[in-house]
């Protein structure tokens, strides 16, 4: 049998970017050949793209796209599992492509960006064997496209783990990217009150009258402290009602109308907002797949 060297390991690994102990089986069981080797790999990318779909994917990064007027774009979240991965040159381009398509293709949602052409294949092809190449699972997430009324505008803060997209119009440049970092800074739920949901307000009210009724207060004082604690939240909760993040003397809406300036819309993603992840002990992890090769190479 062929001597497998360190030296074809890390050819083989540079030209699949496999995992080296996949190169090194799959150069084992080549004889030593690297391209019969190669071959082996990228039978098998497909059946570890399989394996690692099933793995929680919280990491990743979110990505923006603008067209060149500024009247048309898209923000797009695509995980993966570790924060290695979502510096991966590979994944990088993997999510810029798919905000291009969602600007330039107005897909209804996941399934329809998974099924556009992508790179002479399709997005889904692409993404299926990116997982196989980096070894962890990726999943495009959610996605939103926008036809601006005003221009657009963005912000991505903290490597990509927070992008903000908004259709904002009159004021600068200076201006659109400072309601941006607000909003990636204070995390508003709606843009006005109007736009937070009826159960929610209906929650706060109930908790707010449970605890105002605690006081002994008159039935008229009480309903007056329910309804600013209520009008409390709405402001906490609203871009526009929020103290503006460089001027708290001011809200968003004082600083909007003080420059001539409306915003009819924002979208804010935040990485993994909402995904349970994963609390193995990695270390725990490492010591099990170690002891599981040693126990493959001892001879049966």
């Not at 994917?57 to 991965?85: R, Y």
């Not at 897909?107 to 190449?133: I, N, Q």
């Not at 980096?134 to 939103?144: K, M, Q, T, W």
């Not at 903000?164 to 006005?192: Q, Y």
Request: charged share 30%; proline share 3%.
């Amino acid at each position: 049998m062929a001597e497998i060297t360190a030296g074809m390991v890390r050819e083989l690994r540079d030209k699949t970017d496999a995992p080296m102990m996949e190169c090194k089986k799959a150069l084992t069981e080549a004889g030593g050949d690297l391209v019969k080797a190669e071959d082996i790999l990228r039978v098998k990318l497909g059946n570890k793209a399989s394996k690692a779909s099933s793995r929680v994917a919280a990491e990743g990064i979110v990505a923006v796209h603008v067209s060149a007027d500024g009247k048309l774009g898209s923000i797009v979240e695509v995980n993966c599992e570790t924060d290695f991965v979502a510096k991966n040159e590979d994944f990088l381009g993997f999510a810029k492509k798919a905000a291009e398509l969602v600007a330039a293709k107005n897909p209804a949602d996941v399934a329809a960006l998974s099924a556009l052409p992508l790179d002479g294949s399709s997005v889904e092809a692409v993404r299926t064997a990116l997982v196989g190449k980096i070894g962890e699972n990726v999943s495009l997430r959610r996605f939103a496209r926008v036809a601006a009324a005003g221009r657009l505008a963005t912000y991505i803060h903290g490597g990509a783990k927070v992008g903000v997209l908004i259709d904002i119009a009159g004021g600068d440049d200076a201006l659109a990217k400072d309601i941006a970092m607000h909003i990636a800074a204070i995390k508003p739920m709606a843009l006005s009150k109007e736009g937070i949901p009826a159960d929610l307000i209906k929650r706060e009210r109930d908790i707010a009258a449970a605890k105002a009724a605690e006081s002994g207060k008159p039935a008229n004082i009480v309903e007056k402290m329910v309804e600013g604690s209520v009008q409390k939240i709405l402001k906490d909760k609203t871009l526009l009602g929020q103290p503006f993040v460089k001027d708290d003397k001011q809200t968003v809406e004082q600083v909007l109308k003080s420059k001539g300036a409306q915003v009819h819309a924002f979208y804010l993603y935040v990485v993994g907002e909402g995904i349970e992840k994963r609390k193995d002990d990695f270390v725990a992890e490492v010591m099990a797949q170690a002891s599981k090769a040693g126990k493959e190479a001892q001879p049966s």
